[in-house]
């Protein structure tokens, strides 16, 4: 009877150790959403997986697609025999716990004007790096490059 227990405990906790992962999970990518594409800053590279994620992030707030990670997550806590909560992962873990309700939609808009503040960043320094190499393939040799040997 004791294994009998033992092999019901195993799983139940396997479960909620992994929604737990899931909920770390999910806070990792709602903050690379946000500030992700900075990383564009890095190379431009960076910027197609963050875009990618805004594309989603909106279309999973403003239409009624699920997201997997929250699906995920309320599926392992149904398997450890703990009942799911109701609406969306950030209803649950951050409305009116990290932020009033009555300001949702504010940090919402902000959080994507954030992302896309990276991108004008990004998009505005490659600009100037760019100006800047090409003024300085323009310019002519200085004496002192001369006299140094560069």
Request: glycine share 8%; hydrophobic share 50%; charged share 15%.
């Amino acid at each position: 009877m004791r294994t009998t227990a033992r092999r019901a405990y195993i799983p139940t906790v396997a479960a909620l150790i992994a929604a737990g992962v899931v909920v770390l999970v999910h806070l990792a990518y709602l903050f690379y959403a946000t500030v992700g594409g900075f990383l564009g800053l890095r190379g431009l590279l960076w910027l197609w997986p963050h875009l990618i994620s805004t594309v989603w992030s909106v279309g999973v707030t403003l239409t009624p697609i699920n997201c997997p990670l929250t699906a995920l997550e309320k599926w392992l806590l149904d398997v450890a025999g703990r009942a799911p909560y109701d609406g969306s992962f950030t209803a649950h873990y951050l409305r009116d716990v990290v932020y009033p309700a009555k300001y949702e939609d504010g940090i919402w808009l902000a959080m994507i004007g954030v992302a896309l503040l990276s991108y004008v960043v990004v998009l505005a320094s490659r600009a100037h790096t760019s100006r800047s190499s090409a003024a300085t393939a323009s310019r002519p040799p200085d004496v002192r490059d001369r006299v140094s040997g560069r």
